[in-house]
């Protein structure tokens, strides 16, 4: 069956929709690379991308970021709460892809830069293609070093990239990047500025050539790079960028960020609007990003949580899973040890579970018995999981199975020390006790 997106449906291949002026639509090859990419398509949001924490460091400094770990109430870029290495990656990958089906995109966004990682970059890459030759892979990259490893990311086997350009104006970037380094030199204002932007223009145009689908992300800055977005997107349109995704400046001073300290504030929902109908005119937009931290794991929405014109139910009611997790593939976890809980959601089409998302935690047991009993120390933990209908763990307390229980959340421990998967697929059967096996042809979207 031929595989066709209407250019009205697709937000990605929605130019400046919301304003009615112009459309954009991907050639049909483009689509087909894309369909399981839920970063480059909305159509993909069944699928599940998982991001590999391994490069620190970055090359450049941006007023906006502040690249900070164990941030566990925070979803912005740059943000982690535990650094891996390459075979800690792979260990994490492996665990979270025998109980995910739907995970289909594995990626490298920091919470630094890949490419100012490049020994820890590659090799995880390395890993995660001999693991899984199917994974599409992907990094985020500030663009300085793009064009020096464009042919090394195309020859292991990267084929999606996003590069952050918020600016082609020396004199603009001046203002949001306080220093670059590069050569062995730390550069400042505008020559910093000029070198950033060289770089980056260099680098997307040989990424393209190399044949990779380049997104290029901006963060919209009022009264800085706000006028400028048309000349911007001209620009990376013109060397090859196929989506142009414009983000909202995060900018709460509880953030630590330049920004945030001087008191910059974020762009209107009207002002984020006119900056993608300004760039709608030359190149397509992703419209539907949750600007998701280095560590993130899951959806961006999930089948199912965010009703759409053309994606039916597929549940007559939703039944989500927590899982407290440390990262192991065994449930072997203390409800209240959990730094994590990876959320699965139960298709019926498909008569199976599939990851939602990881959401972080700060545990609070601070050893083997010390749980506090105050409940306002455990309600950022409860508030984390109250959409969900049961959660499993190695072990609880009673105080806290109480409390869940009066939210309507059901604890389950008969899966202890067992491996999550299987727990997942026992509570899979249990939701279709008396159903008669039917043929599952159709809306499988693994």
Known sequence: MEHHVDERKSACATGANQGGSVSHLLPKEIQQQIERHPCYSKQAHQYARMHLPVAPACNIQCNYCNRKYDCSNESRPGVVSHLVDPHGALKQFRAIKKRAPNLTVVGIAGPGDALANPKATFSALK????????????????????????????????????????????????KIYPW??????????????????????AGLEAAAKLGMLVKV??????????????????????RGALLHN???????????????????????????????NASGQFMAQMTHCQQCRADAVGTLGGCGSEASDDTPATADKLVRVAVAT??????????GHARQFEIYQFDQASGQFYLLERRQVAQYCSGASECPEEENDKQALFNTISDCQIVL??????????????MGVTPNVDFAYQ??????QRL????????PQESNDEVCHY
Not at 132 to 161: F, K, R, W
Not at 326 to 335: A, I, K, R, W, Y
């Open 217 to 238: 992300n901006t963060v919209l800055i009022p009264g800085i790079n706000d006028q400028h977005i048309a000349a911007l997107s001209d620009a990376v349109k013109a």
């Open 393 to 406: 763990s190695a072990r609880i307390g009673i105080s806290p199975w109480r409390t869940l229980e009066q």
């Open 127 to 174: 890993l995660i293609r001999e693991a899984d030759p199917t994974a599409q892979l992907c990094i985020s990259t500030n663009g300085l070093m793009l064009a020096e490893y464009a042919s090394e990311l195309a020859a292991h086997g990267v084929h999606h990239l996003t590069i952050t350009i918020n600016t082609i104006d020396p004199h603009v970037a001046a």
């Open 428 to 435: 899979a059967r249990q939701q279709q006790p008396s159903q």
């Open 326 to 335: 440390n990262g192991e593939p065994l449930l072997s976890t203390h409800f």
């Open 180 to 201: 670059v380094y590069y050569d062995h030199q730390r550069l400042r204002g505008l020559a910093a500025a000029e070198r950033l932007i060289s770089n980056q223009l």
């Open 419 to 424: 491996a999550i998967s299987d727990a997942l």
């Open 246 to 276: 414009i983000m909202p400046l995060i900018s709460a001073a509880e953030h630590g960020t330049y920004f945030g300290m001087t008191g910059q504030r974020g762009p209107t929902e009207a002002e984020l609007t006119n900056a993608r």
